[in-house]
């Protein structure tokens, strides 16, 4: 039974859930649901522990960041199979992607806070310059489709920034969590620097709304942070949400074909489309859209399948499928649910899925799917394919597939969206600015924009 990880020890207390290994539907693993008494008692240790941590020199805390690092990777099988067992995923996503970019996320944050300069300015008789001080205790709130990569992403900033936290997994997906809180244990990291506390939403509400909570960082669907955004208003805290996307594509008749396909294929079916940046709307110009469409068919059937976080995600998915038919779609591959003849016909599977000729108001092209599918439809000019990538009410990320140097720039720079991927997807620099516009999120993190988030400036006035 998992347990809650407060002021460096476990913690034995709620009732018990169960956790669903989605390939198969079975029982993986219980786990405590945190109650009021032990998120206080988890808020209490972090605070309890704020003010040595943040009285430490941002380079031993930089240290520290290394020694989490080591320990991921002293413990990356362990990690690896708690991940894939709670998810799904395929062991080569989770050992090249998943595990190590928690290793890359501790590391880069080392190097990137020890390295950063104060801000000075001398004007007329003056000095002005800013001091950072942490925020205090920070509530992490993370989702299940990458869990240790996006829990390490918000954690390393806001440690090495000097705060404490208390981190509320997905429901779905605690198993590297509570590997790491092992970690923090083993490296000998200060009792309450990290504390980790299990259980579904109305755990992660009782964090945000806790008085001596001094600021929120959520990655997770639109509805859930317009909950939190409710909730923090009470006492303006500040926030940083990482939220939901319906990304657009753009291929235009001058791309190389072989490679956008492929390109295409990668960022509609990567982690089952459960990615905030994976592609739900491909937009084609009309001379190669024929091609184009057969190609990605023939090779929607052909990509490995992962499944569904749950039975609900699934039915979620599946309702979609059912509403691209109601509305008149023309279903170019899959559409349904796979059979395999074997265990993971329990699992929580469905077909990758491709379709085109629905209208841009439909609810299939407006609403985020989270699944393994895509609408494609075709375009004739630039500047349309520019209004159909921008007329969605979300904006995190986009693609666009072409060899004109001068319409890459062109078009990027007119795309209303956070990230902007040009013949490449999901290409990371961990110190660009990385978050999205419109119902996508508020804020950025990234390099020191995190930094920015996970601390206050105090500007400090001299007469000289
Ligand atoms: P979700 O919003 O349902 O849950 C996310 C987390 O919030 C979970 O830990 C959940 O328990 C918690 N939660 C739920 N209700 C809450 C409440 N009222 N107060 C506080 N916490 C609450 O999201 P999900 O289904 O786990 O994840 C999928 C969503 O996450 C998709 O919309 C996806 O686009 C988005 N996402 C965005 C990014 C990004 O960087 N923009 C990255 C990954 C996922």
């Not at 609810?363 to 599918?373: A, H, L, Q, S, T």
């Not at 004109?404 to 961990?430: I, K, P």
């Amino acid at each position: 039974m998992l347990t809650h990880f407060i002021g460096g020890e476990p913690v034995a207390a709620g009732k018990a859930f169960p956790v669903h290994d989605p390939v198969t539907g079975a029982v993986v693993r219980q786990v405590h649901e945190a109650d009021p008494e032990v998120v206080d008692r988890a808020v209490r240790a972090a605070r309890e522990a704020a003010r040595d941590w943040a009285a430490l020199p941002v380079g031993e805390r930089a240290g520290w960041m290394r020694r989490l690092a080591e320990g991921i990777e002293a413990r990356f099988d362990d990690l690896v199979a708690a991940e894939i067992a709670d998810t799904g995923k395929s062991f080569d996503q989770t050992r090249t992607l998943d595990i190590p970019r928690g290793i890359a996320n501790f590391r880069a944050f080392a190097e990137i806070a020890a390295q950063r300069p104060d801000d000075a300015f001398h004007l007329s008789g003056t000095l002005s310059y800013t001091v950072r001080r942490p925020l205090g205790v920070v509530g992490v709130i993370v989702p299940w489709n990458l869990p240790f990569l996006l829990m390490t992403w918000k954690l390393a900033p806001a440690l090495v920034s000097g705060n404490t936290v208390v981190v509320k997994p997905s429901e779905q997906t605690p198993g590297s969590a509570a590997v790491f809180a092992e970690i923090c244990a083993d490296a000998g990291l200060p009792p309450g620097v990290v504390n980790i506390i299990f259980g579904h939403g109305p755990v992660g509400q009782l964090l945000v709304e806790h008085p001596d909570v001094n600021g929120v960082t959520f990655t997770g669907s639109t509805r859930t942070g317009t909950a939190i955004m409710i909730t923090a208003a009470d006492r303006v805290k500040p926030i940083s949400f990482e939220l939901g996307g319906k990304n657009a594509g753009l291929i235009f008749e001058d791309c190389d074909l072989d490679r956008a396909v492929e390109g295409a294929v990668k960022s509609v079916f990567t982690n089952g489309g459960q990615v905030c940046l994976c592609t739900e709307r491909l937009y084609v110009q009309r001379s190669i859209f024929e091609e184009f469409c057969a190609r990605l068919a023939v090779r929607a059937q052909e990509v490995d399948l992962q499944p569904m976080i749950s039975a609900e995600h699934r039915e979620k998915v599946l309702s979609y499928y059912a509403l691209a038919r109601s509305e008149g779609a023309k279903v170019l591959a899959g559409g349904g649910v796979p059979l395999f003849g074997d265990h993971r016909d329990s699992g929580y599977f469905v077909e990758p899925t491709v379709v085109t000729g629905l209208s841009e108001w439909s609810r299939f092209n407006r609403e985020e799917i989270f699944g393994p599918v895509c609408h494609v439809a075709p375009f004739d000019s630039e500047a349309e394919a520019i209004d159909l990538a921008n007329g969605s009410d979300y904006g995190l990320a986009a693609t666009l597939w072409t060899t004109s140097l001068d319409r890459a720039h062109r078009v990027a720079q007119r795309l209303e969206a956070g990230l902007v991927w040009v013949n490449t997807w999901y290409l990371r620099d961990l110190r660009t600015p990385f978050g999205g516009v419109k119902l996508s999120g508020i804020g950025r993190e990234g390099g020191t924009r995190s930094l920015d988030f996970y601390s206050e400036p105090t500007t400090i006035t001299i007469k000289l």
